[in-house]
């Protein structure tokens, strides 16, 4: 079996097209999208028309959550854009992505963790940002790992956790509490968005360091799960430029640098 994971799209149609193209030469058996595909200030309609024309199938993020639930003058300024842009198609295709899905039977696919589409899995936020440089997140300990896996049908049954959320492309693998057997987590990291700001429960900032689209290539082999997590360059300078016009610097920042400083 040969996966293909996506996640956090965010509307950034430019880098989506430029990871199916390399995903459609990769050969593939299935593509996964792991949630947050919408909710920014880019192109969330001919995102989703993409991806509708295309049939992938997806869970819901935290951001698809938001715009379905929330009332309007709740949504956050990513969020207000998107829903002053799709459609009631649009909607509907949203709403029929479940929280979480078993992809296969042993392959368990969530948005941030097994229990919670907000929740950060294997980074850790702090409460020292601009302390000795620090940007207020750091990779989670194998603890704090182990105790956000929770517990269930994916302890028991999962070799490979497939999540996004924090926009950081990683693999980790943990002994399974109540199986004992091995479980690859891997976070594909973001096609559209490489670096964020957030303030909940402190402030932080994500950075990847570079503009380029992630993604990760997912093989079944008799040894386990081989991964690889891809960087795809594509035209940044345009989603850029488009940030801007919508007067969001903190967007246009990342997407030219993968920083936010």
């Given at each position: 079996?040969?996966?293909?994971?996506?996640?956090?799209?965010?509307?950034?149609l430019?880098?989506?097209?430029?990871?199916?193209?390399?995903?459609?030469?990769?050969?593939?058996?299935?593509?996964?999208n792991?949630?947050?595909?919408?909710?920014?200030p880019l192109?969330?309609?001919?995102?989703?028309?993409l991806?509708m024309?295309?049939?992938i199938?997806?869970?819901?993020?935290?951001?698809?959550?938001?715009?379905l639930?929330?009332?309007?003058?709740?949504l956050?300024?990513s969020d207000?854009?998107?829903?002053?842009?799709?459609?009631?198609?649009?909607?509907?295709?949203?709403?029929?992505?479940?929280?979480?899905?078993?992809?296969?039977e042993?392959?368990?696919?969530?948005?941030?963790?097994?229990?919670?589409?907000l929740h950060?899995?294997?980074?850790?936020?702090?409460?020292d940002f601009?302390?000795?440089?620090?940007?207020?997140?750091?990779?989670?300990?194998?603890?704090?790992?182990?105790?956000?896996?929770?517990?269930?049908?994916?302890?028991?049954?999962?070799?490979l956790?497939?999540?996004g959320?924090?926009?950081?492309?990683?693999?980790?693998?943990v002994?399974?509490p109540?199986a004992?057997?091995?479980?690859?987590?891997?976070?594909?990291?973001?096609v559209?968005?490489?670096?964020?700001?957030?303030?909940?429960?402190?402030?932080?900032?994500i950075?990847?360091?570079?503009?380029h689209a992630?993604?990760a290539l997912?093989?079944?082999?008799p040894h386990?799960?081989n991964?690889?997590?891809?960087?795809?360059?594509y035209?940044?300078?345009?989603?850029?430029?488009?940030?801007?016009?919508?007067?969001?610097?903190d967007w246009?920042?990342?997407?030219?640098?993968?920083?936010?400083?």
């Amino acid at each position: 079996m040969k996966i293909a994971a996506i996640s956090d799209i965010h509307g950034n149609l430019n880098a989506l097209q430029a990871v199916l193209a390399e995903i459609d030469r990769e050969g593939v058996d299935q593509i996964i999208n792991c949630g947050d595909t919408l909710g920014g200030p880019l192109e969330s309609a001919k995102t989703a028309d993409l991806l509708m024309a295309r049939g992938i199938p997806m869970i819901a993020g935290n951001h698809e959550r938001q715009l379905l639930t929330l009332p309007p003058d709740k949504l956050n300024r990513s969020d207000a854009c998107t829903a002053s842009e799709i459609n009631d198609a649009h909607r509907a295709w949203l709403a029929s992505a479940p929280p979480t899905m078993w992809f296969a039977e042993d392959v368990f696919i969530c948005h941030g963790t097994p229990a919670s589409d907000l929740h950060y899995w294997l980074e850790t936020i702090t409460d020292d940002f601009g302390q000795n440089g620090s940007v207020g997140v750091r990779p989670a300990s194998h603890a704090e790992i182990l105790e956000r896996l929770g517990s269930g049908a994916h302890t028991c049954k999962a070799s490979l956790i497939i999540c996004g959320h924090t926009h950081v492309p990683r693999v980790v693998q943990v002994n399974s509490p109540d199986a004992g057997h091995p479980i690859t987590i891997v976070n594909a990291g973001s096609v559209g968005l490489p670096g964020y700001d957030d303030i909940h429960p402190h402030k932080h900032w994500i950075e990847t360091g570079s503009p380029h689209a992630r993604y990760a290539l997912i093989e079944k082999t008799p040894h386990g799960w081989n991964v690889q997590l891809r960087s795809v360059a594509y035209d940044f300078e345009r989603m850029a430029q488009l940030a801007e016009r919508r007067k969001r610097p903190d967007w246009a920042r990342p997407l030219r640098t993968g920083r936010m400083s």
